[in-house]
């Protein structure tokens, strides 16, 4: 009898020591738990603030394609003025040059 009572204390040891060990690796588990969803956190901001930078980035790109597309149409048009003021000016030099020769015949 004496011999079961202490063979089941050792093995209540034993149970106690293993229970405490495997208490402890779970408290470590649920620290190790706790940092990664805290990272996870903090990752899940920096994504957001990286998305909406994105999206404020995409929008100032968006604006200056627009800015860019009206200042080639504004460039285009003043290249056809241009060009229109140029046959004119050549009409106009060309005018008192047949004059002149017209009153020389």
Do not use: F, H, I
């Not at 470590?28 to 956190?41: G, I, S």
């Not at 901001?45 to 998305?51: Q, S």
């Not at 860019?68 to 050549?90: M, N, P």
């Amino acid at each position: 009898v004496e011999e079961l009572a202490a063979e089941k204390e050792g093995l209540e040891a034993k149970l106690r020591e293993e229970m405490g060990a495997a208490n402890a690796r779970e408290r470590q588990l649920r620290d190790q738990l706790k940092e990664l969803v805290e990272c996870n956190d903090q990752m899940g901001a920096a994504l957001e603030k990286t998305e909406a930078s994105l999206d404020v980035t995409s929008c100032k790109l968006e604006e200056e394609k627009q800015r860019t597309a009206a200042l080639l149409l504004q460039l285009a048009e003043t290249k056809r003025r241009e060009e229109e003021l140029a046959k004119q000016l050549q009409a106009a030099s060309a005018e008192p040059a047949a004059a002149a020769a017209a009153q020389l015949a």
